[in-house]
């Protein structure tokens, strides 16, 4: 099924979200294929379950953008236990559509996380997936790609949106 993905400006964005608690249920895993499903409807490589309403800690990547199977990651309760190195490169978000700017991030992270099931287990990514795995550990701490431009930019991104909000284009 796919979900409807918040758009900057709702206040559930920059929440940041609870732990997930109860593991191995048909919903959470149903919110989980519902996720990817959404994701991939909108071409995105991640997607966070606040983007679509939901506060709890749980993302879905999958840097192949469908390619490959086992490209597929579902984070649960997630947390970064290492980062090596910097990449600088261009980044969006499905919440905030026509908008992609430039965001400094580790080249490399390890996180530990759980998965439906409440097995905890670890994984490793550089480059796109290692970018994928911070923007969406972020989203669960109500923390969005504005956050690391600079005033300047992340201010003229705002009255744009603004301008959208207004128009009824947003
Ligand atoms: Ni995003």
Known sequence: MLLTIRKYGDPVLETPCEQVADFGSAELRQLAANMFETMYGN????????????????????VSA?????????????????REGQQLGEEGCLSIPGFREDVRRAMKVRVRALDLDGKEFEVEGDELLARAIQHEIDHLHGILFLKHLSPLKRDLIRR???KLVKAGEW
């Open 43 to 62: 071409k995105g490589v991640g997607l966070a379950a606040p983007q679509i309403g939901v506060s709890k800690q749980l993302t879905v990547i999958d």
């Open 66 to 82: 469908g390619e490959d199977s086992s490209a597929k990651l579902v984070l649960i309760n997630p947390e970064i236990v290492s």
């Open 160 to 162: 744009k949106i603004a």
